[in-house]
């Protein structure tokens, strides 16, 4: 298997796994259930291995994509941008993850203060997440591009859907 193949293997673990995630976190601190809530970190810690996997195999399936018709260089790059954005998120989400385990498993009075930092850094990495898997589908996917033309426009726009994001 190339590069390209791996990332579209492994690249939509961390976007389903942070929705299930965060789900799951906030059943946790709902019902007040620190294995509910442990469940949740480790899957956020496997979302960052996941994205630290995606970003490596990522610049492998851009050099063999790039070129190809009707793709281009600048979706690309808007996918790659909100991809390594992502990751940092899920990288930080990692971070307070094992943080969160670590302190549900002492019993110390800051699990609950970290759980709910993991909750609020969760929600907007979530709507991150759409955002990349959405991108990264209008890679090879022009039918699901905002700008694409349909059979009754006589006009394509090549303009990326998020091209107002910016760093």
């Known amino acids: ?3 390209a193949h791996w990332h579209l293997v492994v690249n939509h673990f961390p976007i389903i796994g942070t929705i ?3 789900g799951i976190l ?3 601190v709902l019902l007040k259930n620190n294995s509910v809530k442990n469940t949740a970190y480790f899957l956020f810690i496997f979302t960052a291995i996941f ?3 995606s970003m490596q ?3 492998g399936a851009e050099e063999m994509v790039e070129d190809f018709p009707g793709i281009g260089k600048a ?3 808007e996918h790659e941008e909100l991809a ?3 990751a940092i998120a899920l990288y930080l989400l990692g971070g307070i993850s094992v943080l969160g385990l670590i302190l549900n498993i002492k019993n110390h009075a800051k699990a609950k203060f970290i759980s709910i930092v993991a909750v609020v850094i969760a929600a907007p ?3 991150l997440a759409t955002l990349v898997g959405a991108s990264g589908g209008e890679i090879r996917h022009t039918e699901i591009r905002e700008n694409y033309l349909n059979k009754n426009s006589n006009v394509e726009q090549t303009t990326p859907r998020n091209s107002e994001i910016k760093n």
């Open 57 to 59: 195999t990522g610049e």
């Open 1 to 3: 298997m190339n590069d």
């Open 26 to 28: 906030i059943v946790g």
């Open 84 to 86: 390594e954005k992502l």
């Open 75 to 77: 979706i690309i790059h």
């Open 125 to 127: 990495t979530v709507y």
């Open 51 to 53: 994205a630290l996997i």
């Open 20 to 22: 299930f995630a965060l």
